[in-house]
């Protein structure tokens, strides 16, 4: 059965930052696309985590299902303690340098969970968890969510939320640092493969974080625009992004950051992002 829609796509929405199996979402790419079709949505970008795995299957089920794709990737970044994502939008999936990166990453991320498995069965909450049931829980790169799943099993926690509050966030017993790229230099880098880099979720940084001097650092490096849309961003905060929009010459993004039914979600389809706005960076940047 067909899931197109007849209705204009400037008559709809979009989303621009979303997570399938391919990193930590519960969606697989063409389970994304399905209910982005279903939620009436004109276009759809995949950003997984520091790969692009999940973009091949992606540009197939929308073409089957008649959606806008957006290859896309989020990088991890890191300045100081904090962490900085960065949404690259308009990738190529092939090209061999961001494949090298992604390669990278996925071994760091290996290592890293192999040192966040020992320090929680040296806590000795119960049954000792084994990097095996971590990786059949991860279809595409491991991440905590994916520890945390276990921890639920084996009763150590109720919760995801739980699991990253008492054992696997910053500062807690479990917790175990890894690979990052700084903000400069992700941006300078998707600038390198042609990509459309975005600063994702600005709005949800520290209170006292130097926004506007990270904003002023990265413009040289290549950065393209802001994801203001977005579904932890109060009014508030959403005009005051706009309002760096508007001074840097930047573009508007957004996104619901949909990770399945991690997090309370979907929350696909529950941000409304015009399809002007993609329309404004097609056109400005030549997609």
């Known amino acids: 059965m067909s899931l197109m829609n007849s209705k204009q796509p400037e008559q709809r929405f979009v989303d621009l930052h979303t997570h399938s199996t391919a990193s930590d979402g519960t969606f697989t790419p063409t389970e994304l696309i399905q209910y982005a079709v279903s939620k009436d949505l004109a276009a759809v970008a995949i950003t997984d985590h520091d790969t692009v795995a999940g973009i091949p299957e992606g540009i ?19 300045i100081k303690t904090t962490s900085i994502h960065i949404v690259g939008l308009y990738i ?21 969970a192999e040192k966040i498995i ?55 017993p479990g917790y175990v640092p890894r690979f990052k790229l700084t903000p400069s230099e992700g941006v300078s880098f998707l600038k390198t493969i042609g990509a459309i880099p975005i600063l994702a979720h600005p709005g949800i940084l520290p209170e006292k974080f ?3 001097s990270l904003i002023k650092t990265l413009l040289p490096k290549g950065l393209a625009g802001l994801e203001v849309e977005y579904f932890l961003h109060p009014p508030e905060r959403k005009g005051y992004l706009r309002s760096l929009v508007e001074k840097y010459d930047l573009v508007e993004s957004g996104g619901s950051d949909c990770h ?14 015009p399809y002007e706005i993609l329309a404004t960076i097609k056109e400005r940047f030549g997609q």
């Open 60 to 78: 197939q089920a929308a073409k089957k299902y008649g959606i806008e794709f957006v290859p896309g990737i989020e990088l991890s970044t890191e």
């Open 92 to 112: 190529n999936h092939r090209n061999q340098k961001l494949l090298d990166l992604c390669d990278e990453i996925n071994h760091s991320r290996e290592k890293r």
């Open 118 to 172: 020992a320090k929680i069965n040296t806590l000795t909450l119960g049954p000792a968890i084994t990097m095996a049931e971590v990786k059949s829980k991860a279809h595409g790169l491991i991440g905590r969510p994916h520890i945390a799943e276990i921890m639920i099993e084996k009763g150590f926690v109720q919760s995801i939320d739980e699991a990253f509050k008492k054992y696997l966030a910053r500062g807690a």
């Open 210 to 212: 130097p926004l506007e």
């Open 260 to 273: 399945g039914h991690l997090n309370g979600g979907p929350f696909l389809g529950t941000v409304d992002i």
